[in-house]
């Protein structure tokens, strides 16, 4: 090889170690942002408290993934094929879309705390201090998936710092003047969002009502509205978690339940959204060019086999590292704390649970690049329905420790249904039948450069 292409060659490698560099620090950022509530409402905050503050973020988190599945992941599979014009014009009507969410959802959440009676173990009072942000929450989340879309982590990175930066001064000011609460924590997050988004709208210089949600709606049915109701299906799933434990066993169970599952789950789930926001607009892009006939068709539809083959391999050994250091060492440190030594069992089930999630994100990142909705939407209401029903039985015959037994059986039987339908989607992969070919490429002369 001479000096010119090799010296290309490591240019390349070097502008892709930025590009997947830079997202999974910006997945980090915006992870760090996000559960900085959980983390410190355990530490700061009474038993009692936490648990109202992780059932507030439960109808928070839901509220936010789903406008993520009509907006950001349509973004993501969709604007991704994109360049120029036709992406930006995505983008300027999917930030409207995000606009009309969070008003719907600011909405709700007063009627919701004006309505619910204040008794009992489901308590939604905290829900007041998200409703003025969840404008600016949705706007943000929509903002870095547009950045991620066009391959431009970077930015993404520097929106979800100037977030995670305001939030982080406000937080220490609370701790520093003794005013720790859950409706401040809850508040200083949505300050955060409104810093973040702010930014992005300046730098862009574009105003969320300039789209049009209508024109949004009508250009990606064929996704967002799958999507849709496959991100209710799993959002509903996660707030009856709370539900459930709340329910049938306590706002202290949630709240073991929820810190250690912050600890442990979290890290993981992170994890997984900044591998497939750098893997989806890949997997997508090879999708729609293995539908071309010729040599090219062919190329694409292996890039994708290979990419999900790569992987699940490497996943499967960082779920199982993952389980042998990270569980023996939350559990010791649960063990050896008085406010959660109780929850020292949970660790071993969420750290499986946990290793299951990382070797299904090859799966699912493929089927979004194929656009498979529908069969994402089959996988989760498997998914959902044997969860919560292990939930219920596992809560009823073995408290908080059945219950994590049982989110572990209804995790398992959804990695099981997502390889299944991932093996018959590939069957559809490809050029055309009676496309030709490629030929086997010719030996190189002896000498000449590769």
């Avoid at 404008?135 to 991620?148: F, G, N, S």
């Avoid at 529908?374 to 209401?381: E, G, H």
Wanted: hydrophobic share 55%; glycine share 10%.
């Amino acid at each position: 090889m001479t000096a010119r292409p090799l010296l290309r060659r490591l240019q390349g490698l070097g502008g892709v170690s930025r590009f997947v560099g830079a997202g999974l620090l910006d997945q980090v950022v915006i992870a760090a942002a996000n559960s900085a509530n959980t983390l410190l409402g355990g530490i700061l905050l009474p038993k009692e408290q936490f648990g109202a503050l992780a059932l507030a973020l439960a109808v928070g988190y839901f509220a936010m993934y789903l406008n993520r599945a009509i907006v950001g992941d349509v973004l993501l599979a969709l604007a991704s094929r994109y360049d120029g014009e036709p992406r930006i014009r995505l983008a300027r009507n999917g930030l409207a879309t995000a606009l009309c969410s969070g008003l719907v959802t600011t909405v709700v959440f007063v009627v919701l705390w004006s309505a619910w009676p204040n008794r009992g173990e489901i308590d939604l009072r905290q829900l007041i201090w998200l409703a003025p942000f969840m404008v600016p929450i949705m706007l943000h989340d929509t903002a870095r998936c547009d950045y991620l879309a066009d391959r431009r982590p970077d930015k993404a990175l520097g929106i979800d710092l100037v977030w995670a930066g305001t939030q982080a001064v406000m937080v220490a000011l609370m701790i520093v003047t003794h005013s720790s609460s859950a409706g401040g924590l809850l508040a200083v997050w949505g300050l955060g969002a409104t810093a973040g988004i702010t930014v992005y709208l300046i730098r862009e210089r574009r105003l969320p009502w300039q789209g049009s949600p209508k024109a949004w709606l009508t250009e990606t049915r064929h996704l967002s509205s799958w999507f849709t109701i496959t991100a209710i299906v799993a959002q509903v799933q996660v707030l009856a978690i709370s539900f459930v434990v709340a329910g049938r066993l306590s706002k202290v169970d949630l709240g073991n339940l929820r810190f250690v599952q912050t600890v442990q789950l979290q890290p993981v789930q992170n994890l997984i959204t900044a591998i497939q926001s750098l893997v989806v607009p890949r997997a997508s892009r090879n999708a729609a060019e293995a539908a071309k006939p010729g040599p090219e068709g062919i190329a694409a539809a292996e890039a994708l086999r290979r990419q999900t083959r790569m992987l699940a391999t490497a996943f499967a050994v960082l779920g199982a590292l993952m389980v042998l250091i990270v569980w023996p060492v939350v559990s010791f440190a649960l063990v050896h704390t008085h406010k959660f030594a109780e929850a020292a069992p949970l660790a071993l089930p969420i750290a499986l649970q946990g290793a299951v999630y990382l070797l299904q994100v090859p799966f699912t990142a493929a089927m979004r690049g194929m656009h498979r909705a529908r069969m994402l939407f089959v996988q989760y209401v498997v998914f959902a329905v044997v969860s919560i029903s292990g939930l219920t039985l596992g809560a009823t015959y073995g408290g908080l420790h059945g219950a994590a037994w049982g989110l572990l059986t209804g995790s398992t039987t959804g990695l099981i249904c997502m390889m299944v339908l991932y093996g018959y989607a590939l069957k559809w992969v490809g050029p055309p039948a009676g496309s030709p070919v490629p030929a086997p490429a010719a030996p190189k002369p002896s000498g000449a450069p590769v």
